[in-house]
């Protein structure tokens, strides 16, 4: 330690208890006392469990506000997460974020941190592609695909933008002159080369007297502007030859401009040239969406399922039926700690009668329809994101009063091939099964070879402990057969929410 700061130390230990208290007094009295106005506002420590509208809060980019007048009426509202209705709550999902550090747990987070190693300090709002894309099929298929026809591609919709002529054997200068002739009629060649040259021949002339020329035919020009239009005429002869094509190119630009004007006052329209995220051309991007949607609603079977849930609804049960239904839950893990989630499902049915909950998820892929279960399924875990949607529909549940566990809870993928617009893999939608439904939970053993179905058709790849030992001591499974161990969301939650604690308690 610093000698110096060591004797003030030894000083302060010195003066007694009460002196100190007597010395800070006097202190405390001697200063300015500050306004309240300048000093931060007070913030109430939170007391037992945060209810939700202290645990979520909405963080929408300026840049998305600046652009969405739909968004930026809600956040302008003021309005608490907890006031927002379904459609508020879809069009904000992606903007819902923790209150002070809290994290908000979401299946694409989750995802993210057991395939790519990802946590919440990555976790950025921007638009891809693929997510727009999925958007739009959603937004089809909620609207009978209405939303299609406000999908504008300029090349469809205007045509292709004129082709500017060839200005090869002109000189920077020159095309500077012709726009300038073109872009404003009322000006003469002379006028144009002054407003391009900056050299003596045009500093020599003054302002006034050229304008005086420009208005009196009759005027009498003095010899520096002689020298002036001499230069300019010059100019003029080598640009004549392409001034009419150009100003018919400049015509034609024009109105081209004017009716993209025109597709862009409709607040309805979604440009798809001017996303910025957009990688693929905008005719491809509309092409997929319309195909992909076509695909799903030319499939009866598929259509009922949205519909209706997997089995025979009939009309006097109770239903209720959700497209892109939000919901904000918690979950207690096991260690005690309660974690904030958000969900949402791209569709929910509801039967009450027969205590039957429908969650189904449209997935677009770019493989080949046959191919979605042994690539998507597995490598993104899908198993694993419905069962987090499950546990959140339990949650609901318990709000609108309902005891989950007397609830069928029965997961559905409704999978799209952008690349051969085929539905399903083998079958038209993908069931899946319980045992890869407690492994999307708790974790469990996979063999990711094939296609497996159970006795009634649904996907099951996942296999208990009981099982695998069982077929591994059978001799059916063996270390070539590509064994692999899955963790489910609640164990992937669990180890970081530890680590995020250890990585805290060494700050």
């Not at 296609?451 to 296999?463: D, S």
Request: net charge neutral.
């Amino acid at each position: 330690m610093n000698p110096l700061i060591e004797k003030e130390k030894e000083k302060e230990n010195k003066i007694p208890v009460q002196k100190q208290d007597e010395e800070f007094e006097k202190l405390t009295q001697s200063m300015v006392e500050i306004p309240k106005e300048f000093l931060p506002p007070e913030i109430e420590p939170m007391t037992g469990i945060p209810n939700n509208d202290e645990v979520y809060f909405i963080n929408v980019p300026s840049e998305v506000i600046n652009k969405n007048p739909e968004i930026e009426k809600i956040v302008n509202s003021g309005k608490k997460i907890k006031d927002l209705n379904d459609e508020e709550l879809k069009l904000i999902y992606h903007y819902i974020e923790g209150y002070i550090g809290q994290r908000i747990y979401s299946a694409s987070i989750i995802n993210d941190i057991e395939i790519r190693g990802r946590g919440f300090e990555d976790q950025i709002h921007v638009e891809s592609d693929s997510l727009f894309i999925g958007t739009q099929i959603h937004l089809a298929m909620e609207t009978q695909g209405n939303n299609l026809k406000n999908l504008i591609a300029y090349e469809e919709s205007i045509g292709l933008p004129p082709g500017k002529p060839d200005l090869s054997k002109l000189t920077p200068d020159l095309i500077k002159i012709l726009d300038e002739l073109v872009s404003n009629p009322k000006i003469g060649f002379v006028r144009a080369y002054t407003i391009v040259k900056n050299n003596k021949t045009v500093s020599d002339v003054k302002p006034e007297e050229l304008k005086k020329w420009e208005e009196d035919e009759e005027y009498e020009p003095s010899k520096e502007l002689n020298r002036l239009i001499n230069a300019a005429t010059k100019e003029y002869e080598k640009i004549k030859p392409f001034y009419k094509t150009y100003k018919e190119y400049h015509e034609r630009l024009k109105n081209y401009k004017n009716k993209k004007e025109r597709l862009r006052k409709k607040p309805e329209n979604i440009i798809l040239d001017e996303l910025e995220f957009r990688k693929i051309n905008p005719l491809t991007m509309k092409k997929t969406i319309k195909l992909a949607y076509e695909a799903l609603t030319s499939n009866t079977v598929l259509m009922n399922v949205y519909k209706n849930g997997y089995s025979e609804i009939v009309k006097e049960n109770k239903i209720k039926k959700y497209t892109e239904k939000v919901i904000l839950w918690d979950y207690v893990l096991e260690d005690g700690t309660k974690i904030y989630c958000k969900s949402m499902l791209d569709r929910l049915i509801l039967d009450f009668t027969n205590k039957t909950a429908f969650i189904e998820d449209i997935k677009t892929h770019s493989k080949p329809a046959r191919k979605f279960v042994s690539t998507n399924y597995f490598e993104y875990g899908y198993f694993r994101s419905m069962a987090f949607y499950e546990d959140s529909v339990r949650y609901y549940l318990k709000k609108l009063g309902q005891n989950p566990d007397e609830w069928n809870f029965i997961s559905i993928l409704l999978p799209v091939s952008t690349m051969s617009f085929e539905t399903g893999c083998y079958n038209p939608i993908v069931v899946i099964s319980n045992i890869d439904l407690n492994m999307g939970k708790t974790g469990g053993y996979i063999r990711p070879i094939g296609t497996k179905f159970n006795k009634i058709g649904q996907v099951q790849w996942g296999l208990d402990k009981k099982q695998f030992d069982k077929l591994h001591d059978l001799g059916l499974i063996h270390n070539n057969a590509y064994e692999y161990y899955i963790r489910g969301w609640k164990q992937i939650v669990s180890e970081y929410e530890q680590k995020i604690t250890l990585k805290d308690e060494k700050i």
